[in-house]
Structure formats: structure tokens, C-alpha cells
């Protein structure tokens, strides 16, 4: 393995992307106090939610509340997703500083996402980013499907590349290739990042790998060989798309701090206030947290029953 990297620039997208997804109405002030917590674990980009219609996705509805009450860091960008102008105007009366616009790879999928073909969504997209640039907004972009679509099946790395190239030319300052229902496996990571960087260079490229079926961290070593610095993971593994059906967590935002760090690549994250973090928003959810660090440590903490045999 050849890794020259030697620190990672970790996006914590928990909050949106985690809690997107999930059954159970979380409060404002829970999430308000799990992105504090973030932010006091050292990430420097935590994606705070989305101004997408709350009818498509009401577990977002509150993300105006939420963005306005987190007492911000400010050495800390809390980015927002946008999907039109509507979105744009209430990122910009909310007083974001950094919007995600997103499209995917595939027509159907992103269709069922935010009811556009991707040339739609271009067109939709310009103008937004146009215009966020011009109030001084940094505006990130993403690609869904890129390593698998769940509507079409196989997603060509040559259409990864348009998209993203078309992403970059409406100014977004990074491209973010999702793996949306985590299918991508090492080998065909290295394949669509040897596409990518024949136009695009590596500081511009980030990966957004879910671990659906646990190859979210193989995939990051293979896309680290390739020159990656830049990686999306949710603290838990919360996660999922409304979607894209069966998508569960990103990868475990603890799992790719530990991993990092005891490979000497640093990551800024303190990896004990990042499970306080988690241990935050746990409680509100309906189902343990998948994150493999995270219950390791729980089971550490929990009591353990003697193994000791009494001798009679
Ligand atoms: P539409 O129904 O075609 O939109 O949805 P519309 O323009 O016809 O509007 C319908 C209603 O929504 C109207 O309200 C609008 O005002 C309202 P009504 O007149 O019926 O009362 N509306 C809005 N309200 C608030 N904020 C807005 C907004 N826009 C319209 N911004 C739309 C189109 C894009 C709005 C919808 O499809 C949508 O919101 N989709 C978002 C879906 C989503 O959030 N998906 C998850 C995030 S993407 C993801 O997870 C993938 C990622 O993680 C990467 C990866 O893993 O691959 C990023
Ligand atoms: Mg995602």
C-alpha cells in the first residue's frame, strides 16, 4: 500500500445525513447540542441540515432553528443542502455561509430524489449557484449513484466525470462522489477516481462512501492511494437516503478517525469528544448506532459477567 497522505480533512455529515433518515422525531435542542458536540471533537465542516421541502423530508423542517441556535464556532463551516432557489432563500435569510447543491449520476434516481433528470437539475442548479456565489456562499456539489445506482444498476465512470466536471464549472469549490447505496468495492473506487483525475485534480475531489455492505473503509484505503484527502462519514454511522431504498449509514465517522490516526495520518478529531458526540444523539434514536468503534467502546464500558468458575 502507497499512502502518501498525511492529513485528512474529515466532513461530518451526521446531522443531515444521519438524521435525514431517521423514523423517530428528534428535538431542535438535540440536535442543536449533538452539533456543538461535533464541533467541540475538532470537525471543521459538519453539514447542518437541509433546506429541502419538508414535505419530501421533514426531518429536516427544523433546520433553520437548528442552524440559527448552534452557538458557532468560528473556525467551523456548517454547511446546508440546497435543492432550488426556494432552498437558496432560506439558506440565505437563515444567514448560511456554505450551501451543498446535489445531483447524481443516474436519471431515475435522481428522479425519485429531488424530481429532476440530471439535465434538469443542471438548469435548476446554475442559477443558484450563480447566486449563492454572489452573496459570498461556498458552494459544495455532489454526485449520488456514482458506483451504483439503485433503479439502473451499473453507473458508467465516464458519466461520474461529466457530472462532476459540469459540477465544478458552476463553481463549486469540491465534488463530493457518492457511493449512495454503498455497492462500490476497492477496485472499481480506484477505477472511477483514475477517470475523475484525469480532468479534475485531487484537492477537488472528496468521497461520500455508506457502508451498506461494509466496504466504506476499504474503499477509503483505495481512494487514499489515489491521492483523496477529503472524506464525508457520519459520527455512529447514522445515515441513509429517504431515497434510495435499503441505503443504510455513511461510513462511522469514529471508524475513519481511528483507522486514520493509528495509520499517522492525522485528522484533527479527538476521537473520545467525537463518541460523546454520538452518545448524544443515541438515546433519541429507535435503534442502536452501527458504528463499529462506538459499540466496541460501549461494550468496553458495559459490566462484564464473571467467566471466573467458583471452585466448590
Ligand atoms: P417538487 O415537488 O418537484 O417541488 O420537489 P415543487 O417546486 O413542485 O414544490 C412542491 C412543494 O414543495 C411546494 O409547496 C413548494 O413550495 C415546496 P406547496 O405549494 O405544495 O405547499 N418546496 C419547498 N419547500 C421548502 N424548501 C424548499 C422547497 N422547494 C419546494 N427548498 C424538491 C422538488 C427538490 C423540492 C424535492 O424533491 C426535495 O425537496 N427533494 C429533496 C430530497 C432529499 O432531501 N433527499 C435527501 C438528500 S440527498 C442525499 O441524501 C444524497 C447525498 O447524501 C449523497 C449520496 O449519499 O449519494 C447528498
Ligand atoms: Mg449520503
Known sequence: MKITI???HVVEVGPRDGLQNEKVVIPTEAKIDYITALADAGLRTIEAGAFVSPKWVPQM??????YRNIPKDPGVDYPVLVPNMKGL??????????????????DTFNKRNINMSIDESFANYAPVAARARAEGMRVRGYVSTAFGCPYEGDVAPEKVLEVSARLLDLGCYEVSVGDTIGVGTPVQVQGVIGMLLQVIPASK????????????????????????????????GLGGCPYAPGASGNMATEDLVYM????????????????????????YLDHPLPGRYLQACTRAAAPVASTTATVQ
Not at 61 to 66: K, L, S
Not at 91 to 97: F, S
Open 205 to 236: 475531489l472528496a468521497m461520500h462512501f455508506h457502508d451498506t455492505r461494509g466496504t466504506a473503509l476499504a474503499n477509503t484505503l483505495a481512494a487514499l492511494e489515489m491521492g483523496i484527502a477529503t472524506f464525508d462519514a457520519s459520527s455512529g
Open 89 to 106: 432563500d432560506r439558506a440565505i435569510e437563515t444567514g448560511v455561509k456554505s450551501i451543498s447543491i446535489f445531483t447524481a449520476a443516474s
Open 6 to 8: 498525511d492529513h485528512v
Open 61 to 66: 423542517a427544523d433546520t433553520a432553528e437548528v
Open 260 to 283: 486514520l490516526e493509528k495509520m499517522g495520518i492525522d485528522t484533527a478529531v479527538d476521537l473520545n469528544l467525537l463518541v460523546a458526540a454520538s452518545q448524544i444523539i443515541a438515546p
